[in-house]
């Protein structure tokens, strides 16, 4: 792989704010990457991207997805001295929130920076501001314009329904970790298209036509629902670090079940039998609290085998943190899968 085109790239899609249904400009600049490569690509009505490679089989056709929307926040309602009451899109852990910048997105594409604090959030003034909880009802966001009623807030045309962007702060260090809000799963899509770069560059043919499908509702649970004609789908998603599961930053995790069931066991067991050929840092585990875009597709009806990797990734759904060598185990492992 090439670490600093893959870094390079990273920024630029993090940059992009992208909750569950505001993927657009993210699928915009993912489409065009794909178009200058000289790939071939299409959406389905919800907006999922597809790109399709040729393989030397056209008869059985596989998938490969990563989904591009995020967790983020959608305004509830404006309160009466000016400040946002909101709601989750997906399942940002909101004590990790506490104090964070984001972008108030407005219908008309006026965009307003803001904070999200608690209630209560001066240790000075409140005796519970270290204590009370942290939830939709007991946060708000303060938007960086003097706004003192609802009026005011009104006048700058923001509504209830604009989206909540979080600012994800992407930093890269020198040591090769990864640190960054929606690493679950926009780092799995860097992944996908550093193996588009690859397939052009080292002119690689998978065994099958295969489509690169980058989805848009993945956090809220229908990502997937509908695909192209494919036999089989792997889901690139964060592998899961913690309690009694034995993936570190280090490493690609594949699942053999999450919260839906198990997957495919033949798609299992050819994955990690592929990992020990490659000699891939990789662990096997069971995600207690996951869904992934196969569970999706199942759920939608969709005829497919299906299995699920991914980079390790700590602390999901708050400030994540992965590491190079996660990436390119996970790379490894993908396109020796293709081939």
Sequence with gaps: MNQERFKKFA???FSIDSPSGFTKHAIDFLEKEANDLGFKTSRNQKGNLHILVSGKDHDYKVGISAHTDTLGLMVRSINADGTLRFTNIGGPSLPTLDGEYCRIITRSGKTYTGTILSSTPAVHVFKEANTA???????IVKIDEIVKNKKDVEKLGIMNGDIIAIDPKTTITESGFIKSRFLDD????????EILHMIKEKKITPAHDTYFIVTTYEEVGH????????SELLA???GCIGADLTCSEYDVSICAKDSGGPYDYDMVSRLIELAKKENCQFAVDIYPFYGSDVGAALGGGNNIKGALIGPGVAASHGMERTHMQAIESAIKLILAYLQ
């Design 11 to 13: 920024y630029q899609l």
């Design 133 to 139: 909880p942290r939830n939709p009802d007991t946060m």
């Design 186 to 193: 926009k780092i799995s899509v860097c992944i996908l298209f």
């Design 223 to 230: 990502g997937a629902a509908s695909l192209p004609e494919i």
């Design 236 to 238: 690139c998603d964060m």
